[in-house]
Structures are given as C-alpha cells and as structure tokens.
C-alpha cells in the first residue's frame, strides 16, 4: 500500500525557505517536496546540491505551474508573502504563508480576500509558536481555567545581537520591529485572550529607541521597543522586542490570570546542560528563532499537511493574521510618532478617548 | 568598653512599623529602640508586651521630644510621612522615612527643603531594594560595565492576591498602585540609568484594569497597571504592578544593556527546597514584600545607623525620592485619564512631542 | 529521482516495540518499515490497525525472512534479546538491538561474537541516551577538555512509581533493575570516562531495599538501589536506580572533573511553561523513559539507518554492552549478596582487594 | 529596663572562629561577647582590632576562667573540641562546640559522658545545617507526611577547590574528609530519618581518589569520596564530598520517600541575580561553607542563647554528635582499606552479614 502524500513547493530558499524546504524533504512523513522556487541563483545551486528529486525553478510562477503540485509554502521576502500567495490561491494550491502576510493590514486582507473566494483551499498564516508544545501546554492550560480570566499579557521577541549589520538591511522591507518580531507575541495575545471578538484594541502606544544600530532610523526603525496594547473588557498586553540580546534569542511569555499565571521560558534554555566552572554555573541559549522553535516548525507542517489531506479546518483563522497585522503597524507608527493612537468599538481609528 | 548606640525612635505600629520596631531592638547592634508611637491603642498594647525596656507613646510628638532620642524611623501612614519627617528633622532628629516620601512631587519636595536646612542632619527615603544583596551585586556588575550601556529596564511589584479587600480601603490613601508600588521599580531605574542629570523623563504612559477587585475605581484606583518611561537619551522603562498574584510576591526586574542583560529574581523562590510530588516540582514563593525583603530592610537599619553614628552620607540622594514620585504620580495620571503626558528638558510638563 | 530507503523490520511490539516501529514508519526519512512480528495476538492487531502497508508476522522467523528486509530493530522482551539479534546477523540483516543485548555479559558475548563473523553488518546496542543532544553537548564539553579530567561520575534512572504493579511481574524477567534501569548510566560513565581501557572494574558494591513493592524480593529484585563501581586509574561511578518517583522520570548525571562540572537535567522539567498557582510555581516532568528521550530514539534510529545505508562504523561499540551487562550483573548481584566485588586487572572476579 | 544577656566566649579564632566571635558580637542580642582564646598571636591582634571591649587571652584556661563567663563556643582545632568542651563543661559553662566533637566516636563519647554529669548546663554540636531555613523547611515538610516515608538520602558537602593546598596540610588534623565534611550529610540523614532507635546502621563502604591533590594520601585522606550507610529497616544514604568544585562550595541534599522527594540546593546559586552574556546565562555559587550558611551560623547562636537564658533543651541531642563520628570514621575507614564494614543490632561491629 503507497500512502498519498502531499506534493509541496516551497517559495525563497533564504534562511528560513532552506529550512522549510529539508523539513518538507525529511520530516513530514505524508509530503513530499516536488519543487523549489528562488530569483538568487546561489540559493538554487543550495538547493541542487542539496535537494535530491527535487525540481529547481527561478520564477515563482514556475513552481506555482509545477503540474503535480498541490500546496505552497510561501518563504520568501515579505514583500512578496501576499501576491504569492493570492498567485497559489488563484492557481487552486493550498497555501502556507511565512508571517506576517503583509506589513499592512490592507494587503493583508488582500489574502484573506483571494481565500474567501476559494473555500476550498487551506490557507494560514504561519505562527509558528502556536505550534510550541510549550505554548500549547499553557494553552490547554488556560483553557482548562487552571489560571482563571487571562487579564494582562507579557510577551516579548528578542533575537541575538547580529553584528553584520544584516538587521539594518533587513529593516528596509521587514515593516519594523514590531511587525516583523512582535508580530508573533501580538498573535499569541489574540490566541490566549481568545479570539471571539472581545480582543478588540482600544488603544496602542510604543517606544524605541536605537541602542546599538543608529542606521536603524533611516527606515524608521528601532532597535528596542516596548508597546502597550489595551483590549475591550479590561485585559492588557505589554510587548518588549530587541535586537541585541548578548546570550541568544530570548522569547518569553507570561498570562496572568485572575486565579494564576503561566509562564514560559522566563529562563531560556538550549538544552538540560549545565556547565560548572569558575565564575559559576552557565547555561546556553538557543542562538536564533529557528534553533528555539524548530520542533514547532516541523509540526506546523505536519499539522498543515494533515489539514490539506484530511480536508480539516486549519488551525489558525486567516483573520487573526490581519488582526495582528493592524496592531504591530499602529504599535510601530506609534513608536515613530510618539502618539497614542485610538480605536473605536468598529476597530476604527479615532480621536477621542474611548470612554472607560 | 561600652560602644556607643543610636537612641532611634519608631513612629507608627502598623504591619511594616512593627517590622521595623523589631527590627531595631533585635538586629541593629550599633541602635537601641528608646521610643515607639502610634495612635492605635492595640498597637501601643503590641508594643508593651513586645518590646521590653521601650517608652510608648500615643501621639507622635511625645515621640519626637523624648529626651535621649536621636533619629526616627517614621513607618506610619504615607499621608503623615512627610509632616512627621519634618518635625523630626526641625526637631535635630535623624530621619529614615518610609517610601513615598508622599503621594505628590510637591509634598514630597517639602522634606528635601527641610533637610536642606538642617545638613547636619542624616534624611533617607527608605528604597529598601537599594540595601538587597541580589538588587547590589546586580547594580555592581552593571556598574563594572558588565553589559555595556543599561538601555532597557523592566521591573515589577507585584502583592499576592489579599481577598480581604485590604488594598481597596487603603488605595483611598496609598496615591494609587504606581505610587505606592512601582515607586519602587521607578527608583531602581534611575539608580540603574544613573542620578547625574540623564535620567530625565521625556514622556510616560500606562493603562491599567481592575481584574479582581473593582471597588478600587471608586479611589482612581486599578489592581494590574503597566507603564512605560521614555527617558531621555534613548533609555526605556517598563512597569509592571499588580495585586493578584496568585503564589506570593513576585518582584522581578530586567536591566537590558548593550552588551548583556542582567535579571533578579526571574524565577521567585522562597528558598532552596523544590517538592517533587505529583504533578510535578514545585517550590514555595515569599508570601509578603516583608518575606522577600526582610535582610534587605535589616541591611537599610544597619547601614542608616552607622552613617548617623559615623557622620557619613546617606546611600540614597533625597531628590532621588521626589523624581520617582513625580514620574509614580504621573503614571498614575496617565492610567486615569488615558493621556500620554509629555515633560521638557527642564522636567515640566509640554504639550507638545520633545523632538527625538 | 528516488532515494534509495533501508528496508527496516522491528521485532517485539510491547511499549518499546511500538513506538519504535511507529518512529521507522513516520520519522525516519532514509528508512521504509517493511514488516513486524509479535507472538501477541493482540499487538498485532494494532499492526494492522496502525501500520499500513507492513507486513505483520507472528513468528521472528518470518520477519527475519522477508524478501527485502535488511535491517532489524530488536525490540521483544530482554530474555530474546540475543538470540533474535544473533538470528538476524546469521540471516544478513543488520540490527539495532534495544538494551541489555542480556541479562548476563556471557550472553550478551554471544551477540559481539556472531558479530565478529559478519563484519560487514551493523550491529548496535540501543543506549539510546548517547542520542540525547544534552548528553551529546555535555559529552562534546568534556572531550573539549572543559572541565579537565572526568574523574566522579554520578547518574541516575529513576521511574515514575507504576502502581499497577507492572515492575513486579517485570522482574522476573528484567534482570534486576540495575540491568534495567542503570545500564544507561552505565554505558554513559564509560563514554564519559573513555572506552579506551581505562575503564577496567577494580570494585562494584550495592545496596537495595523495596521501599514500596516487597514483592520484588522473590525476584531478588529491589525498588530502590545504590551502587558505587570503582574503575582503575582513580575514577568513580555512584549510581541510583528508582522506581517510585511520584513527579515523572528522572534521569540526571552529574560528571566531575578536575575543572569544573558538567551536570545534564540535575531540575527535570516537561517543557518551558511554570505554572504560578497557589502554593507555589510548579512545572511538570516527562512521565516516562520514552517521554524523555523520544527525540533521542528518533536520532538513533535515523543514525543508524545512515551508518547502514552509507556504510560507517556505528557510533557506539558492541564491546561496551557487554562490559555495561557485566557491571550492572555485579551491581545486582552485590546487592543481593551483600558482598563486595573484586576485579582484576584483567576483568576477572578475585578474592584479594588489588593494591590501590 | 536591661535585658539579661548571656555572657560567651569563644575559643579558637580561625576562619571559623573569628566569624563565630563576631557573630556574637553584633547579631545575636540576647547574648554579649566577653572573652576569646587563641595561642596565635596574630589571631589575637586581630581580636583586639577586632572585638572592641572584649577580654583577649593566650590561653583557653584564662577564657574558661573569665569571671563573668556563662557559655563558650569552642571553634578551635579539631583536635582540641573534645578537652575544651569538657574543661568548659567542669567548670560549670553551657558549651556550643563546632563539629565534629571529635575525629573519633570513643573520644566524642567522653563529651556526651561529661555532659551527663552536668545535666543542668546546655552542651550541643553545632551541625549548622540544622539551622538552615531551607533544610528546616524540608524536614518540616518530611515530618508533615509530605513524602510519605524517607527512605533514600543523597547528601553530599562539596568545597570549593583551593588551590594553596590548605586541605593537605589541614587534613592531618581534620580526622578525614568524611569526618571534615560528610559528618554534616550524616548528621541530616539522622534528623530525617529519626533519631529514635532506627537510624542503626547495619553497613558502610566507601571509595575515594586523589584527583587534585595526592598529597592527601600520605594522611591517609582522598580529594573526592563516595560513600554508603545501610540503616537499618530499609533506608539508605549515599554521600559524596569532594574538594574539588570549580564554581563553588555546593551542599546538596535530596530525601526520597515513598510518596514524593524534596530537595535543597539542587541548583546552587549565591543570590537572585542572572548574567546574560555571550555563551549564555549564568549566575554565581557562594564561595564558601560560611557564605552558603551564614545565616544558619547566626540562628544556631541565637537559639543556643534562648536555651541557655531561658532553660529550654537544645534542638540536637548530644548522642546524635556521636552516632554521626561512628559512622564518618567508619567510612573513613572502609575508604582506605576497601573494606566494607559491618554492624550488628547493638551497633557493634561484626564480620558476618546480618541478615537482611
């Protein structure tokens, strides 16, 4: 008996693409990688070193066309998350997009709009630390009521400091701080506050500040900052993102509820080593996002196979990938113009004060 | 050979004047405990049966006049502290008043005046956090240059759930959670982001929500409160207080420099014991703030007394007392009235955005 | 292009079996489960329930002569260890064998010998932690020289108390439970302290007692045990074996060297996430041996099956499973006797203490 | 109104002593420090700098015979603790004697007879540890039921390494490193497993190395040792000590019941701070036996005073003091000749194994 399997294309081979693109190849049992896509000729010989049976392709619209496929992990710059995926859509492929979507709410929804049309087709935004069982576990946990209404949300996204400069680059195209780290804590805010429309934002306010990178400000970027997001109903989410982090990538989360709190990696760990020496007691530390979250990663894909076979609901509503979308954009404005924004019950912005 | 003890008067017997009140007659070798005085009858009968040898008094003034005293510790109600710090200090007493000063930058400036015109005089604002060992050997490292440039500070105070509604009566006098919580962590971060002149505030925010206990709005109160400090010169504090935790007191702060990070107190813990036991490991957390900071507070008694006895400098500048009121109370504004508030180079309030 | 897959086959499907022919089906990408076998009627059921497209056999014999198999998982009960292991090798196959290869180093020889006459085959003892990526960190440190020369070694298994009574009936054929349990430490203080010879036994001594399952010593078998072993060159291993733990598995070591020390999970932890609750902060722990190290058992097999298929030396020595047996035998058997154990310099049990 | 207090002296100023005296004099207020002893002239210009107003004498006689004297702390050289003890004893002084009372358990008995002739005055052993909060805490919780029965104690007493080679010298004098150091782990193992009638032993055996220093074999001493006490009724301690730690002085204990386990100390650390820095985080170990129990010291002072003051019975029998030398000599013993050494029912030693 052949078991079927999905025939999966990922788009971009960058750092992220090249990882998506073994975990198809040697993770998840029930795909199988039939093709690449990248502009960069350098990547593609990556990936015909390194992709036994796999086709190679430089345009998109290649892989898009790629007659046996049938889904697409769309890892490429951000700049192209949105009209990729919309192209897979259009095509009838399912469609696993890297976050965010877009770095604005609008071409965000431009995604959500394209599934609308295509009820058919599996189409998520990929957060991955939904799929963290560490985040899972204080999920099931909340759910479960173990720390009563969850009220005030902590989260923050740190990377390691990267020396080479590459996150200056980056900020270019990456919509910020905010919508390219925060992203995911504001994700996990809508996820444990619940996401039956009492996660309406009131208000936003941020700051930043450049505390190793001033070239950061040219794109209108910060390097540290911290965001305050106030809900509907009385719950709050403070969120820290940096990038300079001396030990390694640093992504902790804390819910406090009315009757408890759940907390997890308030103390970052690489592995159960720990090293006695003179100076005292080391421990080390997940390096990148990729190090910390790789388990998840694999299990994103294996659950978004599973869905796209199985002809089961995915996971994560498209919708919240705009909804965090808006929030990381006004945390970001705010953060550049030093304003609070505000919003009314419809999401609106507005200038006045929601009354209390 | 008799050494010389100060002859140190406590004013007010309420949870934290006992404390102290013990504190002298049983931990501070170079002090003897001459005097206590408290309104409270039930108190003054704690005190006759608790502290051998010491006079009791009823009203404040019979305290300050005792004939050997020579320095008051006034731990009573924030609304008489600085009018008893002043009458001590007009009466050539020593003073270690209780934090906040007051409730108001104004009143609280009153005290500084007064000591700035008895400079003979030793007048502490009683930071107790400043004298706990973890708080000094992380301000020390800080202080080597261990992580570069402190940038970022986060900090919290955080009470365990009291479900006697204790904390809603007294809101009605505590100048509200930032200023009788944070002030604390405000004070930490600006012994950490240093006291020559750079630590001037630009601009703060806060939102806050009454979770568990909402009885607290009729006193412009909350019960969990998150604010951020824009200081100037690209440093950033968050804040975080809270009276609902639900395993003890949880007093954490972060100092985030350029080139490391150092934490205290991450993971609470009221000592080395773990309980592997069904469900899991766990440990026990300090139930009270006196729980966590009992050595830290001895520390302060010993340390205020040899600067009295040996004419040294007092660890803690006095204006340092009515900056962090000024940014508490400000803060306290803010979660109230929803507005981001501005201050200038001078440290007056704008309307306008300073430029960045 | 298709990748060339070993053709795998698992012998046993008790709670090991299964999940080990679950791994070659699911996560094993170079390997393709070909058949099983089990004389229970029942575990084969569940093959056919839950492994589509393997064969499923009641007789070993039939597993070991399917047409295109070419490599053995051996997971069936200890007590056939050997002479399905020796089976395969005498059939061709290559075979991961789980551990103990038996409960006698005089047995487990028997498995090295027919491996000696087919030296083309793969044949490896399953210590699965060697595949831990803690372990491997920890022992990649100590080869570095991190912590100078290994010189005490302390290492426990301790399981989670099962009171079915499971481990009762379990005796009678485990071998004991430092043939059970502390084989694994075993193994991993002769990684540690070097396969090179320097690992000659002078002394082995035990204690035991059953603390809560008597009925253990008609197996002459305890429920809690402590040995130490003495190796040449001034190196000692203490070990503890356990099955009543009431929080989950708990497996730590702790290595010493004349540097520094290395410990790997001295706080067994599940995951990241603390809960903060009443009473305390609590976290949970891995249930069981599989909980703990399925990671390890995945890289294991997918190791192996690489060492197969590209024709490498398997990362760990047969030898070392026979002398593990055989200090684990001695260690039972102290335990019994009460008596001392004596090596030689060549291995053999002597009356006289060698001269230290 | 004066408070009454004790009047003590110390005997001895060593590392230990000059602590024990300083103690007295500034944090144990029911007692007044009069008088110290020391042969070494610079140890006593130390004291005169030192211990203002306190009596400094060449010789113990002279303190013992100081005319106000009421208690002495006898912190002098192991060698000495028992004659001191008992001339205090005989001339009619309470006694608060550092441990171990002496390196034998013939000599040590002769303090416990001595005592027994002065049934009115308060001589205790000062096991520090039993005046740690941590390890009160955890025996509370033990005598609570919390862990159902102790059954397994894993204990080890672990010093920094010093590489002046103080412990070769000091090891002549000290009785061995299992009388120097374990005599603490063997003392807890006692107080958890009850001091009444069934802490008997029914064996020992030990082995040790010389790691770092092989000059400790010419008194008969090891650098890193391991040893077992078998209690009788089913119980088990095992014990490491060693002279070696890189990172710090690190007391571990661990008590295994039959329904849960409790730890202390299993992640040493110094204080509440954590250094994140390039190659992870790390946090400091107290340096020293004093730095790690301090506050115990002081405890173990105050409460001797109240029992001497008030009339109240010591919290540690004396016979406890010598149970603990028995079995430390012994296994001192079992270490250099290999032996395991067995007891019968009256603790005699025997050369046949009691029947289990």
Not at 336 to 352: A, C, L, P, V
Request: net charge negative.
């Amino acid at each position: 008996m052949a078991t079927r399997k999905l025939q999966v294309g990922v788009a971009g081979l960058g750092r992220m693409g090249k990882r998506h693109a073994l975990n198809y190849l040697q993770a998840v049992p029930r795909a199988q990688l039939v093709a690449v896509s990248t502009p960069d000729p350098d990547e593609r010989a990556w990936a015909r070193a390194n992709l036994p049976g796999v086709a190679v392709y430089e345009h998109y619209e290649q892989l898009v066309h790629h007659p046996r496929l049938e889904a697409v992990c769309v890892a490429s710059a951000t700049a192209v998350h949105a009209q990729q995926a919309i192209a897979a859509i259009e095509a009838g492929k399912h469609v696993l997009c890297e976050k965010p979507l877009a770095t604005t709410a609008e071409t965000s929804q431009t995604v959500v709009d394209a599934a609308a049309r295509h009820r058919q087709l599996k189409v998520m935004c990929g957060f991955s630390r939904r799929f963290d069982e560490s985040y899972r576990d204080a999920h099931a946990k909340a759910q479960a009521g173990l720390i009563g209404r969850p009220s005030v949300f902590r989260s923050q996204t740190c990377d390691m400091l990267d020396p080479s400069g590459f996150f200056v680059a980056y900020a270019q195209f990456s919509g910020g701080i905010f919508v390219d780290c925060s992203i995911h804590d504001i994700d996990l805010a809508l996820w444990f506050f619940g996401e039956e429309g009492d996660d309406k934002v009131r208000s936003v306010s941020a700051v930043g500040i450049t505390a190793v990178e001033p070239g950061l400000r040219e794109w209108k970027d910060r390097d540290n900052a911290v965001g305050l997001v106030e809900f509907a109903h009385g719950r709050i989410a403070h969120l820290y993102c940096s990038r300079m982090m001396a030990a390694g990538q640093e992504d902790t989360t804390e819910i406090i509820g009315t009757k408890g709190k759940l907390t997890v990696n308030t103390q970052p760990t690489a592995n159960l080593v720990r090293v006695h020496e003179p100076g005292g007691i080391r421990h080390e530390v997940p390096q990148t996002y990729w190090d910390r979250f790789k388990d998840a990663f694999t299990t994103e894909a294996i659950e978004f196979v599973d869905c796209c076979l199985d002809d089961k609901p995915v996971p994560i509503k498209l919708d919240t990938a705009v909804a965090a979308v808006r929030i990381a954009a006004a945390l970001q404005e705010s953060m550049i113009t030093g304003n609070k924004i505000w919003f009314d019950d419809k999401g609106e912005r507005t200038e006045k004060k929601a009354e209390v």
